[in-house]
């Protein structure tokens, strides 16, 4: 691809593999990738939403919290996604207060969420440990929350671990992390490296 031409000049640093095509067919181009990636990713999106529908029902169920009752949810998915763990944890934990961790980009789709008591913004791109703001990270520290809860946009967690590095220094008393199917994984069996389901 590089010796013809065909690889496009992308900001490497800054890579989004749903977002950006790097290579440029004359017979196939780039915006045609592009185009015929998001027309599957719509039907993509429709069987992904059928499946975690059917499979995610009362999936925080075999999980009981007490002290402060204070929740937070990382948002470390697609929108759809996280509003579905959203509907789960209001329902399953209804007197509890849920805050969510997330980026400047969807903001006002969080807060607009009526299930969101509290959102919180540490700015764009993908969770960075070395980067995450230290005062942030101590106003969510002194919440001391019951609950900390990690979508994850796959089966086993992969591609994960600033976002569990973080999670560890707020100090958050349960952690869990929920999968594309809505299962529930216990992130502090170590007995299957904090992926070992619940139900």
Known sequence: MKQKGYLRNVDWKH???GNHCVVDN???????????????????????NNRY????????????????REILLFRTARMKQVNDILGSLHAQYQDS???????????????????VDDVFLYGDGHFNNDL???PLLQDLSKRKYSLGV?????????????????????GI????????????????????QGRSHLR
Request: charged share 25%; proline share 5%.
């Open 53 to 68: 529908t059917s499979t995610a029902k009362d999936n925080f169920n075999s999980i009981e919290i007490n002290s402060t």
């Open 150 to 170: 990690i979508p994850y946009h796959n089966m086993s967690g992969n591609g994960y671990a600033d976002v569990k590095a973080i999670a560890r220094r707020i």
């Open 26 to 48: 004359p017979q196939y181009p780039a915006e045609v990738v592009m185009k015929n990636f998001r027309e599957a990713e719509k039907l993509y999106e429709k069987g992904f």
């Open 97 to 115: 207060r849920i805050s969510v961790l997330g980026q400047n980009a969807v903001t006002g789709e969080l807060k607009s969420n009526n299930y």
């Open 132 to 134: 995450f703001p230290h």
């Open 173 to 192: 008393e349960k952690m869990v992390a929920v999968n594309i199917e809505g299962k529930v994984f216990d992130l502090e069996n170590p007995g299957d």
């Open 15 to 17: 890579f989004d593999g």
